[in-house]
């Protein structure tokens, strides 16, 4: 964390009546309050990664979202490492929050899963944890990736294509930097996916000095993809990148694996940076 120049509580997706916060770091509860989120609102909660900035306050939020386990509700949706730790390090998840919401899901890189109408795959990384997953959203109006820490790779960019909105974990200029995008490899993956939408966060010191609004012009200039630095507290309206206005994709659509009353008829809203999207 250092100097904590950014704020690290994750970002949240909401869409409808659906809110989703991703890895919640330290002060997501904070970030939450001052961001106007409404953490018992929260229909599921995902960790990519058993890391501080990735589930350092996943039991904060847990707890906030179920009074403490006394309303049990939503669902846990995490990598393996996040909810069974590694042979190295215990998991973040204190095993009395796995057991106040309705359901734990560990995900990886393919599976998929459906919270009511929004349909969520595990996308692969190149990570030391082998187990670390990005998160892919279908929504009735929208896909959205967030990639997690991760190196460049064609079978990357080859898993978000098709997406409309891309959130990059981009902490580094430098390209030998483990586990995390550089600028150089943003520009790969961009020209390779061609979304709509970019947005860089989980800015480390060399990013920060460096100046994510510059990299972010910079990665634009060479990709032509709208693509933005987070800021703590930014919050977007993924419909403006949709697939047309008004235009469903057939993800609205009940499907066998997908009980149909959970399909419902209200639009996506924002995402909110609790961190630098509020990401970092």
Do not use: W
Request: charged share 20%; aromatic share 8%; glycine share 6%.
């Amino acid at each position: 964390m250092g100097r904590q120049l950014k704020a690290s509580g994750g970002f949240v997706l909401q869409v409808g009546e659906n809110q989703f916060h991703i890895d919640p770091g330290p002060n997501a509860l904070q970030r939450a309050r001052d961001c106007g989120v409404n953490l018992r609102a929260t229909t599921a909660v995902l960790a990519s990664a058993n890391t501080l900035f990735h589930a350092n306050d996943i039991n904060a939020v847990l707890d906030a979202m179920t009074y403490g386990g006394f309303d049990k509700k939503g669902v846990l949706i995490a990598a393996k490492s996040a909810v069974h730790g590694t042979e190295k390090q215990a998991p973040y998840l204190q095993r009395f929050y796995r057991e106040c919401v309705e359901r734990t899901i560990v995900m990886e890189a393919g599976k998929r899963v459906a919270v009511n109408e929004i349909e969520i795959q595990a996308m692969p990384t190149r990570n030391d944890d082998p187990t670390a997953i990005g998160f892919k959203f279908f929504t009735p109006y929208f896909t959205l990736v967030y990639s997690s820490d991760t190196k460049y790779a064609p079978e990357i960019a080859e898993a978000y294509k098709g997406s409309h909105i891309l959130v990059l974990n981009v902490s580094s200029t430098k390209k030998d930097v483990a586990n995390t995008l550089s600028t150089e490899e943003t520009v790969k993956l961009l020209q390779k996916v061609q979304p709509r939408l970019a947005v860089i966060t989980h800015f480390g010191i060399d990013m920060v000095k460096s100046d994510p609004i510059y990299e972010a012009r910079e990665i634009q200039k060479q990709t032509g993809i709208q693509t933005l630095a987070a800021k703590d507290g930014m919050v977007l309206n993924p419909m403006s990148y949709a697939v047309d206005k008004g235009q469903k994709t057939l993800h609205a659509f009940p499907r066998k694996d997908m009980p149909s009353e959970a399909v419902q008829e209200k639009a996506a809203g924002s995402v909110a940076d609790l961190q630098g999207f509020t990401p970092d």
